[in-house]
Each structure stands twice: as C-alpha cells, then as structure tokens.
C-alpha cells in the first residue's frame, strides 16, 4: 500500500508541474507494434504547436482614416516582432491574425454594424489586402458588441499555452450598444482571452467612457493614442538597397497552378499598396517576406518543396509556369533548388541590412518618429507574451 500511495503521489506531483509553465512540450503516442515488442512505441518528444491569435477590432467610422493608416503599417511590426519570438528555450509559435471592422454605416445594423473581414489567417498578403480594403464612413460604435461577435466567431481553441489578445481600438465610449461590454470582456477572460483597449484620444477621456475598464477586467492593456499624428520616419542609407532587394526576392517565387498566378500577382499589389503609404513601410514589408511567416506554399513551389509529402511528380504538367513546361523531374528539381538557394541569401542579406538600419534608427530616434498604434501595441504584444513565457532572441 505504501508503494502504491507513493507512486500515486509521484504521478501527482508531475501533472502539477506540467501545467505550470506555458509553451509545454508534449508527447506524442505511436500505434502499439505487436512485431517485436508487446510495449508501445514512444516518440520523440516534440513541442506543442503554439499560435499566437490576435484579433484587430478596428473602428471604421468617420474620421478613423488614421487609424486604419497605422494598422495597415503595424500589421508588419507585429510580424517582424513574433518572427523572433521563442516559447519556452526553443520552438517557435505560429502567428495568426483576424480583422473585424465596426462602426460603419455601410454594414448591418442587424448584425450590430459589426463585420467580420478575415478570419483567423497566416496569409500576410490576404491580410495586408483586407486592411487595405477598409474605408471609414459614419455609424454607431458598439465595442461590446464587436467583442462578442468575435468571440463566437473565432476559433480560438482550446490550448492553454497559446497566446491569444484582442486589440480594439475606436473613439467613442465604450459603453454604447444594447450588449454590456463587461459581459464581453468576462466572456473573453473565461476563454483565456485578453482584451487590450486603445482609445483614439485623450487618455483621461477614454478612462471616463470606459475603454480602461474594458481592459482591466480581463487584465489588458489600455492605451490611449493621437490616430492622426503624423509620423516623421527616419531615412537610412540601407532602404534602397532593400527596396531593391524585395524585387529580386518575388523573382525567387514559382508560382503553379491557377491560385499561384492569382497570389503571385496579389504579392506585387501588396509591394505597390505598402509603398503607396510609406516607404518605411515597404520596408518593413520586405523583412517580414524575409521571414518564416512568410510561407506560401499553397501556390510557391519553392516553398511547397519544404514539405516532407512533397512530390514533383503529383504536379500536373498545365500546372506548371511556362519555364517548367516540357522538363524531366530533375530538371525541375534542380531549379527549385536553385530559387531556394537564392531566396536564402537575398533574405539573409535583407535581414544583415535591417539590422543595420534599425540600430541606425535607434541612434536617431526622438519621440515622434514611432507611430502611436505602433508603441501601443508592441507593449502590450510583449507584456503579455512574457506571462506565457515568450522570450525573445
């Protein structure tokens, strides 16, 4: 009986421990093989896949123009930010990014004037479009209401270890609509969910309306941020030569099938809307297609080759670009290899010279040459990765 209670507590004792930390490995068991052994196979243990999940509510209505301006330029913080990011000493989290829009007298009054425009989603060039498909226009605000829906809509899953935040930004308090918005954030903090509030004016007027209050309940961050400040970007000696080095990266993609020339396309028009609204932007834009966020191989060849189930010989010949049309297997193979070869050292070499410029920027930064959204939000992004024991490189 004692050996029994004392195994009984050993076991215990390692349950407790297991849920302490986040970014937990877990272990994974194989099918028992009769063949040699009556005991099953144990694999190798790997880590848990960690996701990031984050929500971007963001207020369409009148006079929000700014806003949208420093989300769509934030998008690319975020993911440069994450792209560093470790759970626990080793494994890299995914990241994973929703947009709603509310507030907008263009959308339902019966769905709230709230919309959902991309679920969850690593597609940076679908997120980067979707961002750049928002435009303002007059409506009710009704922040409860826009927490709520996403919390139905979303999944979120249930994994204790992934880090999952809602930013919702606006203007107007926090407290209109029929849905109390503290049922929301209550809501959203029995998911595990937590709720950062940024509010489009002044700091003390957004702790009167409520928006701080909608943070603290589910222990968020709240910030309040001027959405028009203009901000003064600092030029480098490197941004040409990256400018010019994202051009020679979208000459590594192979593109295949009918998807491959509608994404290759879409790439360019990101590249164009990113620079239309900063260079700074494109540039940032650039280090992050330099990044392992940046995976397309749904439609990259290059990209798809990474797979372990990946066969040349599965693609259909009229799926493949015109310079591939008519060669053998490994005439195909050795050009993918090629492109990736390729594509490695340009992304190395955007990342030696982002280095550069950004300890160039440091050297010659004030106060107004980072975006409010931007400082805001990167705050929040690493206060709470550090709870879930996120380190950074």
């Known amino acids: 009986m004692k050996k029994i209670k004392h195994m009984l507590g050993l076991v215990i004792m390692m349950l407790?421990?297991?849920?302490v930390f986040g970014c937990k490995p877990e272990t994974k068991k194989l099918a028992t093989n009769y063949t040699t052994s009556p005991e099953p196979i144990i694999e190798e243990t790997k880590k848990s896949n960690n996701i990031v999940?984050?929500?971007?509510?963001?207020?369409?209505?009148?006079?929000?123009?700014?806003?949208?301006n420093q989300a769509k330029s934030?998008?690319?913080?975020?993911?440069?930010?994450?792209?560093?990011?470790?759970?626990?000493?080793?494994?890299?989290?995914d990241l994973q990014i929703a947009l709603y829009q509310y507030g907008n007298d263009d959308l339902s009054s019966r769905e709230g004037y709230v919309q959902q425009v991309l679920n969850f989603s690593?597609?940076?060039?679908?997120?980067?479009?979707?961002?750049?498909?928002?435009?303002?226009?007059g409506g009710e605000e009704y922040c409860g209401e826009v927490i709520s829906t996403s919390l139905k809509q979303l999944d979120w899953g249930k994994n204790p270890d992934n880090l999952k935040?809602?930013?919702?930004?606006?203007?107007?308090?926090?407290?209109?609509?029929?849905?109390?918005?503290k049922d929301a954030v209550t809501n959203a903090k029995e998911k595990d969910i937590v709720v950062n509030t940024i509010f489009c004016g002044n700091y003390n007027q957004g702790i009167t309306t409520k928006w701080k209050n909608g943070?603290?309940?589910?222990?968020?961050?709240?910030?309040?941020?001027?959405h028009n400040k203009k901000v003064v970007h600092i030029d480098t000696p490197f941004d040409e030569v990256i400018i010019k080095l994202n051009s020679k990266l979208n000459k590594t993609y192979i593109s295949y099938g009918s998807l491959g020339r509608q994404k290759y396309a879409a790439q360019e028009v990101q590249d164009v809307n990113a620079m239309g609204?900063?260079?700074?932007?494109?540039?940032?834009?650039?280090?992050?297609?330099s990044s392992r966020f940046y995976n397309n191989k749904s439609w990259d060849l290059v990209d798809a080759s990474e797979d372990n189930d990946f066969e040349i010989s599965k693609i259909k010949s009229e799926d493949l670009p015109k310079e591939l049309k008519?060669?053998?297997?490994?005439?195909?193979?050795?050009?993918?290899?090629?492109?990736?070869?390729?594509?490695?050292?340009?992304?190395?070499?955007?990342?030696?010279?982002?280095?550069?410029r950004e300890a160039y920027i440091t050297k010659n930064q004030s106060d107004n040459t980072k975006g409010e959204l931007e400082n805001a939000m990167l705050k929040a992004l690493k206060k709470q990765a550090a709870k879930k024991n996120y380190s950074w490189d």
Do not use: H
Not at 122 to 137: A, C, G, Y
Not at 165 to 181: C, D, H, R, S, V
């Open 16 to 19: 407790s421990v297991s849920t």
């Open 215 to 226: 943070a603290t309940l589910t222990g968020g961050e709240y910030m309040a941020i001027d």
């Open 74 to 93: 934030q998008l690319w913080d975020i993911v440069n930010e994450f792209s560093n990011a470790k759970c626990g000493n080793s494994s890299r989290p």
């Open 326 to 356: 008519g060669k053998s297997t490994t005439e195909i193979d050795n050009y993918i290899q090629e492109k990736k070869a390729e594509r490695k050292k340009i992304q190395e070499e955007i990342k030696s010279l982002n280095k550069k």
């Open 53 to 68: 999940k984050i929500a971007l509510l963001l207020d369409t209505s009148n006079s929000m123009d700014g806003l949208i």
């Open 277 to 289: 609204l900063e260079e700074s932007v494109a540039i940032k834009r650039t280090v992050s297609k």
């Open 122 to 137: 690593n597609d940076l060039d679908e997120i980067s479009e979707k961002l750049f498909s928002l435009t303002t226009n």
């Open 165 to 181: 935040m809602i930013f919702i930004a606006g203007n107007e308090p926090f407290t209109q609509g029929k849905l109390n918005y």
